[in-house]
C-alpha cells in the first residue's frame, strides 16, 4: 500500500517546476471556471505564469483573494468576478465583465464541477436538474458567450471537463457520473459546429486528483489502495498535472487537435 498523500495539497507548488513555456500563451485572454479552488487554483497559476490575461470565476472568495495573495510576480495580475454558474444569466453577466477587462477571450476552460456523492434513491427531479446544472450545463453556456469572441479572433481553444469515474463504472454518485459521460459528447458536437471558425474543443479526462476537498472527504486507506490497484504509474496525480494538459490544449502547440479526449489518470482507464 501506497502511503497516504499529505493532509493539505496546497503544499504542492502553484506551478509545476518542470512545466514548459508556451509563447503563443503570452497575453491571450483564458477564462477558467471554478477558478478558486482544486484543480482550478493550479490552473489559473499555471496560465498566470505563462503570461496570460486570465479572468476566474467561482462562489469562493475568500479562497479566490487568498490565490490571488499567493501568486507571486505575474505579467497580468488575474481578474477574479463572482458567480454561480448553475445562474445563466450570471454567467453571461461575468463573462461580459471579464470580457471588459481581458479583451475577447481566446481560450474558455471549463473545469467548475462538484462531485458530491448521493445514493441513487435519495435523488429527486430538483437534485438531478441541480447535479445537471452544476456539472454540465454552464460548459455549453459559457461555450456559447465566448465563441462570438473566437470568431472575430480567427480561433480558439474550448477546454472541457470530463471524469474517469463513469468510465470505471463508478458507483455512489449517478447525476455526476451521467453528466461527466455527457461532457465528451457535448465536446464533440461542439467541435463540429466551431471547426469551420478555427475554434478547437477538446476534452480533458483527469483521473482522482489529489486536492483539498478529496483528501479532506473521500481519500483513506482503502481508496489508495483502489489507486494503486488501478493506475500504472502509482504516484499521487496533482492538480498541476492536470494543468499543464491544459496549457498544451490552449497553445497553438495543439492547433491541429479536436474533438478529442485526452485522459490524464496515470493510466487508470
Wanted: some cysteine; proline content about 4%; charged content about 15%.
Amino acid at each position: 500500500m501506497s502511503s497516504l498523500p499529505p493532509a493539505h495539497a496546497s503544499a504542492e507548488p502553484l506551478v509545476a517546476a518542470n512545466g514548459g513555456q508556451y509563447p503563443s500563451l503570452v497575453d491571450r485572454a483564458v477564462l477558467i471556471t471554478g477558478g478558486a479552488t482544486g484543480i482550478g487554483e493550479s490552473l489559473v497559476a499555471h496560465f498566470a505564469q505563462q503570461g496570460a490575461r486570465v479572468g476566474f470565476v467561482d462562489i469562493a472568495d475568500a479562497a479566490a483573494a487568498d490565490l490571488l495573495g499567493r501568486l507571486g510576480e505575474v505579467r497580468h495580475t488575474p481578474v477574479y468576478a463572482h458567480c454561480d454558474l448553475t445562474d445563466i444569466d450570471a454567467l453571461r453577466h461575468a463573462v461580459d465583465t471579464l470580457r471588459a477587462s481581458l479583451g475577447p477571450i481566446s481560450v474558455l476552460v471549463n473545469n467548475a464541477a462538484n462531485d458530491v456523492r448521493h445514493a441513487v434513491d435519495t435523488v429527486t427531479s430538483t437534485s438531478w436538474d441541480a447535479g445537471i446544472a452544476v456539472n454540465l450545463k454552464h460548459q455549453f453556456f459559457a461555450a456559447q458567450a465566448v465563441i462570438g469572441d473566437m470568431k472575430q479572433l480567427g480561433g480558439g481553444s474550448i477546454i472541457n471537463f470530463g471524469s474517469i469515474s463513469w468510465k470505471l463504472k463508478q458507483g455512489g454518485m449517478p447525476v455526476y457520473t451521467t453528466s461527466k459521460a455527457a461532457v465528451q459528447g457535448l465536446t464533440r458536437s461542439l467541435a463540429r459546429d466551431f471547426g469551420p471558425f478555427n475554434v478547437r474543443v477538446n476534452t480533458i479526462v483527469p483521473g482522482w486528483v489529489m486536492t483539498d476537498k478529496q483528501i479532506r472527504l473521500w481519500v483513506d486507506a482503502t481508496s489508495k489502495d483502489e489507486i494503486a490497484r488501478g493506475q500504472c504509474i502509482n504516484r499521487d496525480l496533482m492538480p498541476a498535472d492536470i494543468a499543464c494538459m491544459a496549457l498544451f490544449l490552449a497553445a497553438d502547440d495543439s492547433r491541429m487537435c479536436t474533438a478529442q479526449d485526452f485522459v490524464v489518470d496515470g493510466g487508470w482507464v
